[in-house]
């Protein structure tokens, strides 16, 4: 099995800075990308933020210049930092990851789900 854990989120002021990390572990040969989706309240989960192996960055228009993903490959971990917060970026934040077990296999996990909440 392959497990996404995720940590950071909370509670921040508009204009302010938050970081998510999100570790995977288990039995991982490969991991072909790793990203971020929010889903807020009456909305669709959406996706964020987004690193293919070997590739650019892909955000969401509504974050670019405020949120940078990173990955550090060896680690098979993925964070997000997040600036100038909006209350709009309130939402539960999930990892995902696609993941090969073996080769021939992939599919796709996801974290728990972590809270951020940006007050005006």
């Known amino acids: 099995q392959v497990q996404l854990v995720e940590s950071g989120g909370g509670l921040v002021q508009a204009g302010g800075s938050l970081r998510l990390s999100c570790a995977a572990s288990?039995?991982?040969?490969?991991?072909?990308?790793m990203g971020w989706y929010r889903q807020a309240p009456g909305k669709q989960r959406e996706l964020v933020a987004t690193l293919v192996s070997g590739g650019m960055p892909n955000y969401l228009d509504s974050v670019k210049g405020r949120f940078t993903i990173s990955r550090d490959n060896a680690k098979n971990t993925v964070v997000l930092e997040m600036n100038s917060l909006k209350p709009e970026d309130t939402a539960v934040y999930y990892c995902?990851?696609?993941?090969?077990?073996?080769?021939?296999?992939?599919?796709?996990?996801w974290g728990q789900g972590t809270q951020v909440t940006v007050s005006s």
């Open positions: 288990g039995t991982i040969f490969s991991i072909d990308a």
């Open positions: 995902n990851a696609l993941v090969r077990r073996t080769v021939w296999s992939m599919r796709d996990y």
